[in-house]
């Protein structure tokens, strides 16, 4: 490991300590799917009990509201668990944010349960990569920072919050106001089974249109009706006739219908989007707002669109690839190639960037297959990764900025 300093050299060898592979297994062994909100309180808890090691203030911050549609059209809230937020040293000089979330896509009735060693040596377990060893290499890292001569320069906020994985509806006040004021964030999202990171994403909005039609007898009266399952797929088809260079569309599900003998007055479109920039996401409102009229004129129907782009694209500006820059040189000092490649993947890195923070949003341990029943965490990546990012972070210390 060349260039390192003996304060670097110590919490290298500080992270090679911790109990990462443990902590991750006992982590993964808990359900905390999104909405399995019994779950999400059990690993919010461990959580807490295992980042209180750190100093400053820590706490579970109740979940802000958020509605959804339900399957028969009606938007009602929906429950979340809390997050965790540790504050430390907010009147520290230099001041940055690291995020990670607690919930998986797993959820209580998922098959996928239980972890198990494959024959290769990698571990396979609902949330292993994705991420439950990312916020355990997260902890060894502040860990050996606090442990450093240069922790007094340094304050941060830390976020983990409970739902990630469907959007952070829930959550995004919270980051927001944590990403303000700092310098650079961290997020510990899965790299890939070769340690290549995301680096800039597009964005995506998901919608669910409500199309109110009228019923009737599909028989005796059948043009008295107003086909709602009809006019949502003519809405599917002209949304996806929206995509276009830097936005994709996917019409995901329609629900409703009914009885065969009954002209169906109810149906909900759920539709994604994926748009490359801010371009794209003016294009893709007007292509929303085009199709509900269209679609509402020609089938005599009344559409309520809902929704929204809630993670909004992630270029790579200056201070993004500065902050890339910073990590590939510890990556190379530490023995660590570092890569990065553009993604059309989302998660909170793109709400943080949006803030105008530079961020990583892919700090976490290498792994792959994940949202699968095949997720697997490469153990040997936990004191690696470790090592990254605390490395990274002493250098921003030290520095004052990426």
């Not at 999400?40 to 958020?66: E, K, Q, T, Y």
């Not at 089974?193 to 009737?216: E, K, M, Q």
């Not at 292509?287 to 005599?300: K, L, Q, T, W």
């Not at 297959?369 to 965490?377: G, M, R, T």
Request: with cysteine; glycine share 12%; net charge negative.
């Amino acid at each position: 490991m060349n260039g390192l300093s003996s304060i670097e050299q110590a919490a290298v060898e500080q992270v090679a300590q911790a109990p990462m592979l443990a902590r991750t297994e006992a982590w993964t062994a808990i359900n905390s799917g999104t909405h399995n909100l019994a779950g999400l309180a059990r690993i919010a808890d461990l959580l807490a009990d295992a980042f209180s090691m750190l100093p400053g203030h820590l706490a579970l911050v109740d979940p802000a509201p958020a509605e959804s549609v339900t399957a028969d059209g009606r938007v009602e809230a929906i429950g979340h668990g809390r997050h965790l937020h540790l504050a430390v040293r907010p009147e520290a000089p230099v001041q940055m944010l690291l995020t990670g979330h607690m919930d998986t896509v797993f959820g209580a009735d998922h098959p996928f349960q239980t972890g198990r060693w494959l024959d290769d040596g990698r571990f396979n377990a609902p949330g292993a990569a994705d991420m439950k060893g990312g916020l355990a290499l997260m902890l060894a890292a502040l860990e050996a920072v606090e442990a450093s001569p240069l922790a007094g320069r340094l304050g941060y906020e830390v976020v983990i919050n409970s739902d990630e994985e469907t959007g952070s509806f829930a959550s995004r006040g919270l980051i927001e106001g944590a990403a303000r004021g700092k310098v650079a964030a961290l997020t510990y999202e899965p790299a890939l089974p070769d340690g290549t990171l995301a680096g800039a994403r597009g964005g995506t909005g998901n919608f669910s249109l409500i199309v109110h039609g009228r019923s009737a007898h599909a028989g005796r009266n059948p043009e008295e009706g107003r086909n709602a399952l009809v006019a949502a797929a003519a809405l599917a088809v002209r949304l996806a006739e929206a995509r276009a260079p830097g936005l994709a569309v996917n019409p995901a599900r329609i629900d409703g219908g009914g009885p065969n003998n009954v002209v169906p007055d109810l149906a909900i479109l759920r539709v994604n989007f994926r748009p490359r920039d801010e371009w794209s996401i003016s294009i893709a409102r007007a292509a929303i707002d085009r199709a509900a009229n269209d679609v509402m004129a020609s089938h005599d129907v009344r559409i309520e669109v809902h929704g929204s782009f809630n993670r909004p694209p992630k270029p790579l500006d200056p201070g993004a690839e500065r902050l890339f820059e910073l990590v590939r040189e510890a990556g190379g000092d530490l023995g660590i190639p570092v890569a990065w490649k553009a993604t059309g993947g989302v998660c909170d890195g793109n709400n943080i960037a949006a803030c105008g923070v530079p961020v990583v949003d892919t700090m976490g341990a290498r792994g792959g297959a994940i949202h699968s029943a095949e997720e697997f965490l490469i153990p040997e990546s936990l004191p690696e990764r470790a090592a990254l990012s605390a490395l990274t972070i002493l250098r921003i210390a030290e520095r004052g900025r990426p």
